[in-house]
């Protein structure tokens, strides 16, 4: 979800926060990171508009910005000593409702969910995002007639091998395999992988050996686990996991939101929205067996987003309606989390290490 380690440019550890304006959030707020014990220490704030999903460039150390609204919008920020310096005026997306983006190559990709589309902007050299490019409107709806009247694309990211772009689409119960064109940065669709109706896929995390890709459904609490051909580009479902709401009433109906890998490929964590939980399963018995074993309280209030240090040490969880970003030690063993603090930030929506 970050760089590729966890230092910001200035050399100290840092976290992106971002946080829903129009809910009293503050924009993204820079905190600074323990390396000994992971406490989040609050330095300086960043104005954006609803940014409600950071990524950070592993090449140019940029960090991206969408702009959850109408209007569709990225920012693009320098990391300095002193916070974060705008790279120029936040640029439309030609799309509306961005919920996701991601870096591929010299291109930056947005999953905009209101429009049902894919966007894909190109990159100065400087990190700088250029007009729109290219966008690509997904097609199609689902049987939840509430949430599913049509294509709600609610993540957009590049594969291990970097061939191809998945996009993870809410409204149409998939996930789209693109062939991203490097010299014009056009999006073309390759292959389209259909999963169970009304599950209302929302995001898609790799396991770090690259042959297994987990998605996370947000309509019902599962996992689909999923065989990955880096060379083919093709999605495989092979199977499906519940992720358990431990310790939630039946009465209270469950949204997960986030999911993550543990980089040594021990672990994986799923956020659960309404039940309020943290869910670890084990990959003991190989990439494509993830087993439940057991479930912690987020340490909030609708955990909307969950990230995982460099080096599996430690979990960051974006409680949206509590409005705090809580922090886990990882149990080496069984990969449980245990809560070790937490930073008040209001309307919480995503946090990145970098």
């Known amino acids: 979800m970050g760089g590729a380690d966890s230092k910001g440019r200035s050399g100290e550890h840092r976290a992106y926060i971002g946080s829903f304006t129009s809910g009293g959030g503050r924009g993204v707020t820079i905190a600074a990171v323990d390396p000994k014990t992971g406490a989040l220490t609050p330095l300086s704030v960043a104005t954006a508009e609803d940014p409600s999903y950071l990524a950070l460039a592993r090449d140019t150390g940029v960090l991206y910005a969408v702009s959850e609204t109408e209007r569709g919008e990225v920012a693009a920020f320098r990391p300095t000593a002193g916070g974060l310096a705008p790279l120029g005026a936040p640029m439309r997306v030609g799309g509306s409702g961005p919920t996701h983006l991601s870096v591929a190559g010299r291109r930056l990709l947005t999953a905009n969910y209101t429009s049902g589309s894919v966007s894909s902007l190109p990159l100065a050299a400087d990190g700088r995002p250029g007009g729109p490019s290219h966008v690509l409107p997904h097609q199609g709806s689902g049987p939840d007639t509430g949430r599913q009247e049509g294509p709600h694309a609610h993540q957009v990211l590049p594969d291990p091998t970097g061939r191809w772009v998945l996009s993870v689409d809410l409204g149409t119960d998939s996930v789209r395999v693109c062939a991203l064109d490097p010299a014009t940065g056009a999006l073309r669709v390759h292959t389209e992988t259909v999963l169970r109706?009304?599950?209302?896929?929302?995001?898609?995390?790799?396991?770090?050996?690259?042959?297994?890709?987990?998605?996370?459904?947000?309509?019902?609490?599962?996992?689909?686990?999923?065989?990955?051909?880096?060379?083919?580009?093709?999605?495989?479902?092979?199977?499906?996991?519940?992720?358990?709401?431990?310790?939630?009433?039946?009465?209270?109906?469950?949204?997960?939101?986030?999911?993550?890998?543990?980089?040594?490929?021990?672990?994986?964590?799923?956020?659960?929205?309404?039940?309020?939980?943290?869910?670890?399963?084990?990959?003991?018995?190989?990439?494509?067996?993830?087993?439940l074993t057991g479930a912690v309280d987020c340490g909030g209030a609708w955990p909307r987003d969950l990230a995982v240090d460099p080096s599996g040490n430690r979990l960051y969880a974006a409680n949206e309606r509590s409005g705090d970003v809580t922090w886990f030690e990882v149990d080496p063993l069984t990969g449980q989390p245990h809560r070790a603090g937490s930073l008040a930030v209001p309307a919480a929506a995503c946090v990145v290490l970098g």
């Open 197 to 291: 109706a009304g599950t209302g896929p929302r995001h898609l995390a790799f396991h770090p050996e690259g042959a297994v890709a987990y998605v996370l459904h947000e309509l019902e609490p599962q996992v689909t686990v999923c065989r990955w051909n880096g060379a083919s580009g093709r999605l495989e479902p092979v199977g499906e996991v519940p992720v358990a709401s431990g310790g939630a009433s039946g009465a209270v109906r469950a949204y997960p939101s986030a999911i993550v890998a543990s980089p040594d490929g021990g672990f994986l964590w799923a956020a659960v929205r309404g039940a309020d939980t943290l869910v670890t399963l084990s990959l003991a018995d190989g990439p494509g067996k993830p087993r």
